[in-house]
């Protein structure tokens, strides 16, 4: 059992204390605790009570609470608490603007146990008739509940990603001899997946039994000799499909899609006289087999080069592979810097030298702290004098911990496009990423507006997650992206990619466009802590998707060459 499936079960316990009402105490122990394990590099269900009681923030009943979920798979407090309430309360949590002391109110006053429940509450208007509430919430809950359908089952590309390579490790432990594989939008790096799409070849039958053995296998939703579906804890389906040696390259590009991309593939194989499917290309006149058993093979049959999996969305890459002019996509290990990121000084968990520490032992040599500004009161934002002591501690940490450091800040650009620190404050500091915290429901105009005077400000250096959007939460804030992109690269101002799991903010086709105008990017973390450095791996997917080489992402660059090319060190 993989640290996120244990932490996720954690964390639903927090989740139903919270809903109980139950000790605050208790509820913060179970949120902590789901947010080590999440984020802690040991395997925690390789560790005995004892090892886990070292790890700073758990105790003694949390420890044995781990050991139980690693276990059995599951915690009998967890089915206890699961046993009291209707489990699609659950439902009804991470909505936005619903925290769970809502939904126990709304289980408790309006008998409210399912997203359909809700539903109806609000439009009868029996939420306003909670204290607290009103007509106006009653409308955010109903849009909330818009959202979640439009997305209905997808999940984020990490939260995939994660489950998926724990199911595979599974079923080869059960095949070692066998090529087993997650493919589908996964390996294409989409940032969200509808389900886990895995391709076994060169296993027997009896990898199907094994399938539905797995222990986080809630329900079994078919069973085939070549293909089975299982519904997975945490919401997952995941298809299983045996296929021979034979026909695994021709599964593998099936299966990786996407559908556009297969569709422009087919066509052009009828066009040359041949038929691509699962199973493998032939010749359409004689049935012969032309290849199928890698992926290589059919590309190179069809006159084409092989297509990187997150090209393959029919947005050009067939043209380009024709013409052997496909990128060199930019790779994790490219980057160099990271510019983006926060201490205790503002919301972060780790000091400025841990970060410099955790960084220098990711295989970075140059970072930027950047905690919040004074705007961002929930988050301890800095003011102007706090801003400037907080710089002159990282310049006296700079090269004590193998990197480089610059000393920044994460500035909100206010409501009404000016900066939330002073001018002379921002010159005083080596970089400047400018974000938008606050005022979300402008208008378009408003808010293109906004930003471009941001922009126009010579002291900011990077546009920060340019959009706001949360992926399956919060769609981005109207913007005129193309303006942005445009006065960005007028103006020298480099654009983020934040890798956050949940923003990947700008998009892969909003980088592309931004690249192709001329911006410069740079791939961030915005990390909170040690182990949040991580995230840049799906900044960088998100590049790949963007077709970026390592060229056009600037903290691929040197220490001193990337500084040079800061908006504020031009010339
Ligand atoms: P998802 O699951 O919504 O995140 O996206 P995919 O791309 O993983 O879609 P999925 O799981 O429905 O199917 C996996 C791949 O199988 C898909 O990318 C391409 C291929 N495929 C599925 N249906 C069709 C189809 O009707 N025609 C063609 N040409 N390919 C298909
Ligand atoms: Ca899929
Ligand atoms: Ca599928
Ligand atoms: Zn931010």
């Given at each position: 059992m993989d640290n996120l499936a244990i932490a996720r079960i954690l964390g639903e316990i927090a989740d139903l204390l919270e809903i109980k009402n139950d000790n605050p105490f208790k509820i913060r122990a179970y949120r902590n605790g789901a947010d080590i394990v999440a984020n802690d590099p040991h395997d925690m269900a390789?560790?005995?009570?004892?090892g886990l009681q070292e790890i700073p923030g758990i105790g003694k009943d949390l420890a044995a609470r781990i050991r139980e979920i690693a276990d059995t798979g599951d915690a009998a407090f967890h089915q206890e608490l699961l046993a009291e309430f209707p489990p699609s309360i659950l439902d009804l949590l991470g909505l936005q603007g619903?925290?769970?002391?809502?939904?126990?109110?709304?289980?408790?006053?309006?008998g409210v146990k399912t997203l359909e429940e809700l539903e109806e509450a609000a439009k009868e208007g029996r939420v306003r008739s909670m204290k607290g509430m009103g007509p106006k919430k009653?409308?955010?809950i109903l849009k909330a509940i818009d959202e979640r359908r439009l997305h209905g089952g997808r999940h984020l590309l990490p939260d995939t990603h994660d489950a998926a390579v724990a199911y595979v490790a599974y079923l080869k432990a059960h095949a070692p001899d066998a090529q087993i594989e997650a493919v589908g939008s996964l390996r294409r790096g989409q940032e969200s997946?509808?389900?886990?799409?895995?391709?076994?070849?060169?296993?027997?039958?009896?990898l199907m039994d094994r399938f539905i053995e797995y222990k986080l296998v809630e329900r079994v939703l078919g069973q085939g000799d070549t293909k089975s579906s299982v519904r997975i804890w945490g919401g997952f389906q995941v298809d299983l499909r045996i296929v021979s040696p034979e026909s695994r390259g021709a599964a593998m590009q099936y299966f990786t899609g996407s559908k556009a991309h297969n569709i422009v593939l087919r066509d052009r194989a009828i066009g040359l006289g041949l038929k691509l499917n699962e199973y493998g290309l032939f010749r359409v006149d004689d049935e012969s087999r032309v290849g199928g058993a890698s992926e290589q093979e059919i590309y190179e049959a069809l006159g084409l080069a092989w297509v990187p999996p997150e090209l393959r969305e029919d947005r050009g890459e067939m043209n380009a592979a024709e013409r052997r002019t496909l990128p060199t996509l930019i790779e994790h290990r490219d980057l160099r810097g990271d510019l983006h990121m926060h201490t205790t000084e503002s919301d972060g968990r780790h000091s400025i030298?841990?970060?410099?520490q955790a960084a220098h032992a990711a295989g970075l040599e140059y970072i930027a702290i950047t905690d919040h500004s004074r705007n961002l009161a929930m988050a301890n934002g800095l003011d102007e004098a706090r801003a400037l002591a907080h710089a002159a501690r990282v310049r006296a940490e700079d090269g004590r911990h193998g990197v480089r450091m610059l000393a920044g800040i994460e500035c909100d650009i206010l409501a009404d496009g000016s900066m939330d620190l002073a001018d002379d404050c921002l010159a005083q500091l080596d970089i400047v990423v400018a974000s938008v915290h606050s005022a979300f429901n402008q208008d378009r105009q408003q808010m293109t507006e906004r930003i471009l005077r941001a922009i126009e400000n010579p002291n900011v250096d990077v546009l920060g997650h340019p959009t706001g959007r949360l992926i399956l939460k919060r769609a981005p804030y109207a913007l005129d992206i193309e303006a942005i992109i445009e006065a960005a690269a007028r103006h020298h101002?480099?654009?983020?990619i934040n890798s956050q799991v949940d923003r990947l903010d700008l998009n892969d086709v909003q980088a592309r466009l931004a690249r192709d105008r001329g911006v410069r990017l740079v791939i961030s973390s915005d990390a909170h802590s040690?182990?949040?450095?991580?995230?840049?791996?799906?900044?960088?997917?998100?590049?790949?998707?963007a077709w970026l080489t390592a060229g056009d992402v600037i903290n691929t660059r040197p220490f001193d060459d990337f500084r040079a090319l800061l908006r504020r060190n031009l010339r």
């Open positions: 390789s560790l005995d009570l004892k619903v925290g769970p002391k809502t939904v126990a109110r709304l289980y408790r006053e309006l009653e409308t955010l997946c509808g389900d886990i799409d895995i391709l076994a070849s060169g296993a027997d039958a009896a030298a841990e970060m410099a101002v480099a654009i983020e040690q182990a949040a450095l991580a995230v840049t791996r799906w900044g960088v997917m998100q590049a790949r998707r």
